[in-house]
């Protein structure tokens, strides 16, 4: 809170403990009705209809200390009515900052969801990494029948071992694989290696 | 052909020529395991069945996308004329020694 609200605060409740006496005396001009509508307007914004009928009210008493309590009074009325107008300016804004936290958290609460959808579907599938590996050594055009064997087995190993154990189980198999595939691979990278040569010497 | 296929080819062979439909190379590494009570390597199985395919012995065919396989497809091998002839010699040959080790004994 600036220093200059929290002082003007202090200030209204200063004056407001020192029209506690004058509130009596007041209530005690007043008639019922009109000292309703001065209470009332304590809790809102005062209007200029109040205003009006505790001057109309109050208007057969000349006496001047008399007028002068209501103009004091009418003074304080109009610094607590801007005071809870500037409350409630206040009150909008964080309520206005509530309600984008509110979204802010809404909408990361989403994006977990998303992500733990995700992370769970990610479980299904076998590591990327060990797919891919296992895609270089496959002979081209046969990744359907090796990858998706590797992949059915996975399937039935996590419904037997769980995720986890299933995705280790999946990488030595790839390791297995590959290593007994190794030679093809290499002959094949040789080989493609050479044809680039020869074409290279041919241009 | 007959002394060309070594003994793991021979058990691929016969892995085909008892299951006819729809083998392919994990059910036949499945049961070769069954019979032979040794797990093959799949690197192995798999190789195995390409050399027997470029020698001509087997043939081989594309399934249907499944689900269980991540949408790919399955190949699926059946056994030739020749690699059934070639099995089949490889069997007498078999019976010939099975018949002989009594004698050994």
Known sequence: MARGTRSRAARTLRDNRIAEKEREQLARIMSPQVYQHVVEAFRGPVSAEVFGSIVQALAHKTSPEEIQLVNKWLGFLEAEASEIARFRRRV?????????????ADHLERRAAEAQAKAKACAKLPPSGAVFLLACFVRPGREDELLGDAESQYR???????????????????????????????????????????????? | VARDIGPFEFEILATLLAQ?????????????????????????????????ERRGLISSWWGEPTEERGGRRKRLYKIEASGELAARRWGARLAGFNAAVPAWS
């Not at chain 1, 986890?164 to 189980?169: E, G, L, S």
């Open chain 1, 156 to 203: 039935h190993m996590m419904a037997r071992l769980g995720p986890r154990q299933a995705r280790w189980w999946y990488r030595i198999y790839v390791l297995r694989v590959a290593s007994a595939m190794l030679p093809g691979a290499v002959a094949r990278v040789l080989i493609l290696h050479k044809l680039l040569g020869l074409w290279n010497a041919h241009r």
């Open chain 2, 20 to 52: 006819p439909r729809d083998a392919y190379g994990l059910t036949i590494r499945d049961r070769i395991k069954e019979r032979g009570g040794r797990e093959p390597s799949v690197g192995a199985v798999y190789t195995a069945l390409e050399r027997l």
């Open chain 1, 92 to 104: 909008d804004a964080w309520k206005r900052r509530a309600a984008f936290w509110d979204r802010q």
